[in-house]
Every structure is written in structure tokens, then in C-alpha cells.
């Protein structure tokens, strides 16, 4: 992510980072004007008011005026009744405004991150980024809506009530001209300091949620080591340390209003002390005077509101600028300006030419070097060799999760780094090991593989892949609804599911990691011979640790330490008796071994070794 470190100009930025929302703001002209037009009725109908006392006061009251004292009240009732009107459409134009500029700045963002490189992931809590688009854009959506027109309103009120003062008494306004320097200078320096604080509260409440969310998601990983305890311990802390820096935030924003309430009504009462001497001097009318008074308070008001406003502008653009770090965060992986087309029809060649890599995480460390090898279109190629050899590896280059640091990866003869890839993931399905299952229903989770799949499509991949049984026996079939990450079902239903959606895309080259791997016996035979099936014609390429599961495929590549050691079929590696023959020894006698247990005379033999 963006380097979150802050130079001295950056922090003085103050609310800089609110400009990022203008765009989305003038979207909609309508909605802008709308909350113009009755912030400004509104705003000037209240300054309307303290003219009207003037008169009142200045008029006095007797019984031959109550006829024009009836009109004066009935004129401030309509008044206030255009007050209301216009303050409740402000309302709805502003908060519809404040929620429609959220709802574009989460999609903007969740259709930014899903388009960011596998190696941003790999140095970014998915977490964190869930926490900017809710808690972050939620302190947005208050400033574009709610803070937004306070602080309009506030400003009109200030400046229109200070216009006002100067019109009813030139004198007494000079004097209040000079004490706003003391109020607005220290009010910008307190407002850096709350939006430094804010930040440092938000990032603190995102690494806490983020810490929750995974461990929601490992409930019962939780519990099954009995580690609620340390969970919970660790949770507390975190929260403990977010509350310790919403605290501070909280604390310069309660520094900030006292301050600017404190200088705002003070100099009010000492121009007014002034005022009331002029008034006894024969100077000021005392209808005057109230009405300097009112214009006082308002303006004071209004000052003071600002302060407060201004905090929570300062607390919202911390948020935006979390969220600017997103949205200015650029895909390493990312589509040329002129892709290179891919042959139409697809062919299904894949072509690893003298490729090294190393992740962007670790560098130092290459997971792939100098390996070659060709795939021809319709060839079934098993990839095996020890954890960590840079099997999985090959399948992040083919679907250019990541780029080659040298030599180069072809599929259908054209350079992927050349290509669009999407056009290239397009031509692929992949069965991965840790398979991921949506929330939704299990038909939804076979049709992920090919949005707007018929449902008969969907009944036919589920039949292929050895799933339509036991989705029918589920209470709504198709329909049933599997949980957060597939949770009631079990390793080999999601596998089997995993492997419909692979059959459903119908892509001409499959990439199957450990495809079979979470399935019994029996299911195993099953899925295996639909796969064979599937695999008919098309390019495969399988990566497995049970090498009983490679024994058919055309060839077999063997992986040690990113390089590609021996190649060839099952029987011609075994008979040269190198790395593969060592692993398939080691399998397949551990195979017969287990097998030979599972007989009575195994078990009377085992028997008699405890004996």
C-alpha cells in the first residue's frame, strides 16, 4: 500500500484530501443545487430575524399597536414556517447527496481492489481494506452529507451575520473585526493536530477490526485449540489501543471547540459591554443594540459550530485519504495500451521459455529458475515434486498473477505480458487446492464460473463432476444457501463443486491443484473419470503430491528448487531411479503398507508388534 509515512507538507494539507470527492459530487448538479438553493433560504430567513426584533424594540409596545404587533408576530411565524420548510429539504437534498457520493466511492474502490496485483495482496490485510470501505467511507458519507451543511450553513451564517453588524453599527463591528485573528489562527493549527489524530484513530480501529474479522472467520479453529483466551486477550488490546487514539482524537477536537466557543463568546461580551455604554450615551438605539446583539450570537454560533465542523472535516478527510491510497494504488498487472490479440480460436499452448521469478514479497529468494517446458494443445502434463518446489508458482505466471522476472510464459504462442489477461485468464479454469466457496447458494457457486449459466448447464457440470446427489439431498437443492466460505459443507463437497465450476467454463486449458485431494475413495474414482472425460481435447496441466492420481498423464515434470529436474512418463522416471522414483518408492510402499494393515492378518500382525 502507499507509504503511509507523512512529510511536513503532507500534514499540512489540513482537508486537502476532501477535494478527491468533488468529482463524484458533481455527478449530481440536481442534488448540489437543490442543497444550495435551501441552505441559502434557510440562512437568510434566520438573519431576516434580528431585524425584525429591532423594529419591535425600537416601535415599543402599547395597546393602540396590537394590531401591528399581531402583524409583526404573524410575519416571524411565516417566517419560521419558511425556516422549517427550507431546513427539511435541505436536509433530504444533502443527506441523499451525502449517500449516493458513498455508494459511488465504495464501488469505485471495491472495483479498484479487485483489480489490484496478486503482489499487493501479498503485503495487504484483505481486512484493512474492508475496514476503509465501511468505517471510512461511513465518516465520508457524514462529512458529504450532515458536516458538508452544517458548515455551509455556519459560513453563511457567519459572514451574512457579520455583513449585518457592520450594516447596523460600523463602530461596534470594527472592534469584533479584531478579534478573529485570535479565534481563526488557532483554530487552523488545532485542526491539524485532529486530523493527524484522526488518522492515527482510524488506522488503529482498522488493524483492531481486521484482527476480528479473521479470527470470526477461524471460529473454530479458535476453538479447537482452546486459544479464545489469547484471542480474546489480543482483541482487547487492540481495541484498548484504538480507543487510546480515538481518545486523543477526541481530545484536541474538545481542546479545539472550547477554544473557538470560548474566544467567539467572549469577544461577543466585551463588544456588547461596549455596546450597552453606547446605548446609555444616547449613541445606539436599544432596538439597535439587539439587533447587534442577535447578529453577535449568530455569527458567534455559527464560529463556534465551525470549530466543531471543522474537526469532523478533518476527521473525514483522513478517511479519504485512506481511501485515496486505494484508488492511487496502480496494478503492477495490468493490461497494455495495445494488447496483442490471442489466435481465435483458442489453441491451448503453453510455453515456459528460460523463466525465473521471484516474489515481490521475498525477493531474494526465486522460486522458478531457468525453467522450460512446452504444453502442446490437448496434452495432459503432471507437475509434482516437494512443497515448495515452485509447482503452484507455475500456475500464478500462466494466469499472470504475476510477471516473469525473466525469460518469458506463452500461452497460444503469444507473450502474456503482451496480452490482455483477461483475455488470457478467459481461456482457463482453474481447480485450486484451497478451493474458495461464496456465501451464496450452491448453484450460485458452480454458475461463478460462468455468469448467466442456464440452470440446466449448471445440473449438467454438477452431474459431470459427481455433485448432483448430494446437492439434491440438501433441503433446497440447488438453492441451499452453503455458508461463509462453504462451511457446511464438507472438504470434498467443495471440491466437488470447485470442479463443476471448472466444467462449466468450459475453457480449453484446465490448471487442476490437487483437484482430487479432499475426496474419499470412491469419490475419487468418480471425479477422476469425469475429469478424464473433461479432459478430452483440452490442455491440462495437474499438480499433485499423490502421484496416483498422474499415472495417465502424457508426461511428468519434476520440480526441485525451481527448476525442472527429470521429465517423462510414469514407468520411464520410475526406471531411472532419480527424485521421482524416490517419491513414487516412498508413496507407493507407504500405499501397500497401509493397505496390508487394514487386512485381518495386517491387523493380528500389528497386534502382535504392541505385544
Known amino acids: 500500500m502507499a507509504d503511509q509515512s507523512k512529510t511536513p507538507q503532507t500534514a499540512r494539507k489540513s482537508i486537502r484530501p476532501l477535494a478527491r470527492l468533488f468529482p463524484y459530487i458533481k455527478r449530481y448538479p440536481r442534488l448540489v443545487f437543490g442543497a444550495l438553493a435551501f441552505l441559502l433560504i434557510a440562512a437568510v430567513t434566520t438573519l431576516s430575524l434580528p431585524t425584525a426584533v429591532r423594529r419591535m424594540i425600537d416601535h415599543g409596545f402599547s395597546a393602540q399597536d396590537a394590531g401591528f404587533i399581531n402583524t409583526y408576530f404573524s410575519m416571524l411565524a411565516g417566517i419560521a414556517a419558511l425556516l422549517a420548510l427550507a431546513s427539511a429539504c ?51 458519507k457524514s462529512a458529504v452529507g450532515a458536516t458538508a451543511s452544517l458548515a ?42 485532529v486530523r493527524k489524530r484522526s488518522r492515527e484513530a482510524q488506522d488503529t480501529l482498522a488493524e483492531a477490526m481486521t484482527f476480528a474479522g479473521e ?40 481542546i479545539l471547540t472550547g477554544f473557538a466557543i470560548a474566544m467567539a463568546f467572549g469577544s461577543v461580551v466585551a463588544v456588547l459591554w461596549y455596546g450597552a455604554q453606547s446605548v446609555l450615551a444616547g449613541e445606539l438605539s436599544p432596538g439597535t443594540l439587539g439587533q447587534f446583539l442577535l447578529y453577535s450570537v449568530f455569527a458567534a454560533g455559527s464560529l463556534g459550530a465551525l470549530s466543531e ?21 496502480v496494478p503492477e498487472i495490468r493490461a497494455p495500451e ?19 521469478f521471484a516474489y515481490p514479497a521475498r525477493p531474494e529468494s526465486s522460486a522458478l529458475e531457468g525453467t522450460s517446458f512446452h504444453v502442446r494443445p490437448g496434452e495432459t502434463v503432471a507437475v509434482v515434486g516437494a512443497s515448495g518446489a515452485g509447482k503452484s508458482t507455475l500456475f500464478s505466471l500462466i494466469l499472470r498473477f504475476y510477471d516473469a522476472s525473466s525469460g518469458r510464459v506463452l500461452v497460444d504462442s ?27 447458494s ?83 474414482t468418480l471425479v477422476q473419470k469425469a475429469l478424464e472425460g473433461l479432459m478430452q481435447n483440452r490442455t491440462t496441466i495437474v499438480i499433485a503430491h499423490r502421484l496416483a492420481t498422474v499415472l495417465r498423464a502424457d508426461r511428468i515434470l519434476v520440480l526441485d528448487q525451481g527448476r525442472i529436474v527429470e521429465e517423462g512418463t510414469h514407468g520411464e522416471l520410475v526406471a531411472r531411479g532419480g527424485l521421482y522414483a524416490r517419491l513414487a518408492r516412498l508413496q507407493f510402499e507407504h500405499g501397500a503398507e497401509a493397505l496390508s494393515l487394514a487386512t485381518p492378518q495386517g491387523n493380528a500382525s500389528l497386534s502382535e508388534k504392541a505385544g
Not at 92 to 105: A, K, P
Not at 215 to 225: D, K, L, S
Not at 415 to 434: G, K, L, S, T
Request: hydrophobic share 45%; charged share 20%; net charge negative.
Open 90 to 140: 435541505r436536509y433530504y437534498f444533502v443527506i441523499t447527496l451525502g449517500e449516493r457520493v458513498v455508494s459511488d466511492i465504495r464501488r469505485d474502490v471495491f472495483d479498484h481492489v479487485t483489480r489490484l496485483s496478486a503482489s499487493f495482496y501479498d503485503a495487504n490485510r484483505s481486512g484493512e481494506i474492508v475496514s476503509r470501505l465501511t468505517a471510512d467511507t461511513t465518516q465520508i
Open 152 to 193: 455551509l450553513r455556519n459560513t453563511i451564517l457567519c459572514v451574512g451575520a457579520a455583513a449585518m453588524m457592520f450594516v447596523t453599527s460600523p463602530k461596534l463591528s470594527s472592534l469584533v473585526l479584531g478579534a478573529i485573528p485570535l479565534i481563526v489562527f488557532p483554530l487552523v493549527g488545532f485542526g491539524r493536530k
Open 215 to 254: 479470527a470470526i472467520g477461524a471460529t473454530r479453529t479458535v476453538q479447537a485449540f482452546n486459544t479464545e483466551a489469547a484471542a480474546q486477550a489480543s482483541f482487547s488490546g487492540a481495541v484498548e489501543t484504538a480507543f487510546g487514539a480515538a481518545r486523543r482524537s477526541i481530545l484536541a477536537r474538545s
Open 309 to 329: 465542523v471543522w474537526g469532523e472535516l478533518s476527521q473525514a478527510a483522513g478517511a479519504a485519504e485512506r481511501l485515496s491510497e486505494l484508488l492511487d494504488e
Open 338 to 356: 495495445n494488447p496483442a490479440p490471442l489466435p481465435q480460436p483458442p489453441v491451448g499452448d503453453i510455453l515456459f521459455d528460460n523463466v525465473g
Open 414 to 440: 503469444v507473450d502474456v505480458r503482451d496480452a490482455d489477461p483477461a483475455e488470457v485468464r478467459a481461456r482457463i479454469a482453474v481447480v485450486p487446492q484451497d478451493v474458495t466457496i461464496f456465501a451464496g
Open 442 to 524: 450452491v448453484g450460485d457457486n458452480i454458475a461463478f464460473g460462468k455468469p448467466g449459466a442456464s440452470q440446466a448447464d449448471i445440473e449438467a457440470a454438477a452431474r459431470a463432476a459427481q455433485a448432483h446427489d448430494f446437492i439434491m439431498a440438501l433441503d433446497q437443492g440447488y438453492a441451499t444457501a452453503v455458508g461463509e466460505r462453504g462451511i457446511t459443507l464438507s472438504g470434498g463437497q467443495r471440491q466437488r463443486v470447485a470442479i463443476a465450476r471448472a466444467i462449466l467454463r468450459d475453457a480449453p486449458i484446465l490448471l487442476l491443484d490437487e483437484a482430487t485431494s479432499a475426496l474419499d475413495a470412491e469419490s475419487e
